[in-house]
């Protein structure tokens, strides 16, 4: 079946929004997504049905249990993981804090950690806060010509000290996506952990952790139409043996050893059911996208074969209607556009300057006519500083999801058009 963007869009409650008059564009979901309705059933669901701690021996606290254990199964289908290899938390940023504090307790002689210029803030802070510990903390450049990584300055960091190497799998501030896999591998050629941060690629295509051979990824549902949860896949071999701080009561076996406190339950269940309804995308309209998923279409069933095929069939929606918005803006005069060039892999995301035009009136003016946009550095702050916008309010940011239409980009190109003439 052709993907049916009314379908998904009658799904989503908050696109009955209006501004001035005007009907809401949510061009906003690199920050996080809209939530269909079924995320909020699932919510409240949970509050009204199951609302208990872990582990007790009546009603409500089994059924808690098992919305928590389900939803570990249901985000394993998600990344292509283990169950039991699948952790939650409050969000990537407090994970990734936690991940790196556990890992700078032990490191022997290896004393350096790698990460990137391009990266968002909570793959980068976590890991120079180990400098009060006396890590040596080095930075991979990016191409501020191409916005993408310099992979052979990467290569050219990577030593026998290295013990973390901490990389994102795509931009949130530009759209670049990476070479993980190739970065993975180099990695621990080096002897060093692998850690990839896939917030903002979780939403535009298939995640295979086994694939990648990664020894930790982190993401977090709110960007791909669940709450505020974040998502935390160690590697067997790795997450058994990581020395996280934790209370002695509480369980040292995988996953728990990293999951601190009372877990956000109904936000659990709430990023449950948002991979239910990427599945249900792609049991709908993915006929044959798995072919150009790059997993194997024919090893794959259940569940994990309709969430790859949902992320597909969502990716060859926006893609096109990215290319149209990269064309037209880039032929208006006073605007550019960062990010990679035409044939380099990206997600759906543009990113733009108006010449003497701040980002935050930019964004401010379309706000007002009912679009929605990001301005600024996105946390992503070493890239906007070496892209020398820093000074300038940084860059406008429009994000495409799967409930975005030709119509809404039409209405912002007319806009941003108005501004920049």
Request: net charge negative; glycine share 10%; aromatic share 8%.
């Amino acid at each position: 079946m052709q993907y049916d963007v009314d379908y998904i869009r009658k799904q989503f409650p908050a696109l009955s929004i209006k501004v001035n008059g005007y009907p809401a564009a949510y061009f906003d979901g690199p920050g996080g997504t809209q939530v269909p309705q079924r995320v909020i059933d699932a919510v409240v669901d949970y509050l009204v049905r199951c609302n208990a701690n872990a582990g007790g021996c009546f009603l409500n606290s089994r059924e808690s249990d098992l919305v928590i254990n389900g939803a570990r199964r249901a985000m394993a289908d998600f990344i292509g993981s283990d169950p039991d290899e699948v952790a939650f938390g409050q969000n990537t940023t407090t994970l990734m804090y936690q991940l790196a504090l556990a890992l700078g307790r032990e490191a022997g002689s290896r004393n350096e950690i790698l990460i990137t210029e391009i990266d968002h803030e909570a793959n980068r802070g976590p890991w120079l806060a180990l400098k009060e510990r006396g890590f040596t903390i080095r930075e991979a450049r990016f191409d501020t010509e191409t916005c993408t990584l310099d992979m052979d300055d990467f290569k050219s960091k990577l030593n026998e000290k290295t013990y973390v190497a901490a990389f994102n799998y795509a931009s949130n501030g530009v759209g670049t996506i990476s070479d993980v896999k190739e970065m993975v591998r180099l990695a621990h050629s080096a002897g060093a952990i692998a850690v990839v941060d896939a917030v903002h690629y979780a939403l535009h295509g298939p995640i295979d952790v086994k694939e990648l051979g990664t020894d930790y990824l982190l993401c977090s549902a709110y960007k791909f139409f669940g709450p505020h949860v974040g998502i935390f896949y160690g590697r067997r071999e790795q997450f058994e043996k990581l020395p996280a701080y934790r209370l002695r009561v509480q369980s040292g076996t995988i996953p728990c050893r990293i999951e601190t406190g009372t877990l956000n339950h109904e936000g659990i269940a709430g990023a449950s059911e948002a991979v239910e309804f990427i599945a249900d995308i792609g049991k709908r309209f993915g006929g044959s996208t798995l072919s150009s998923s790059g997993d194997h279409g024919e090893s794959l069933t259940g569940r994990r074969k309709n969430v790859i095929a949902g992320m597909v069939a969502m990716e060859q929606y926006e893609q096109p209607l990215a290319q149209i918005m990269i064309d037209e803006l880039s032929g208006m005069k006073k605007v550019k556009v960062y990010g990679p060039p035409q044939d380099h892999p990206r997600t759906s995301t543009v990113s733009f300057t108006v010449e003497g035009v701040p980002a935050d009136r930019v964004a401010a003016e379309l706000g007002e006519k009912g679009l929605f946009v990001w301005d600024g550095h996105f946390y992503a702050s070493r890239l906007v500083e070496r892209l020398g916008l820093d000074q300038s309010g940084g860059l406008v940011r429009i994000g495409l999801s799967p409930y975005n239409t030709a119509e809404e980009i039409g209405r912002l190109l007319e806009e941003v058009n108005k501004i920049a003439r």
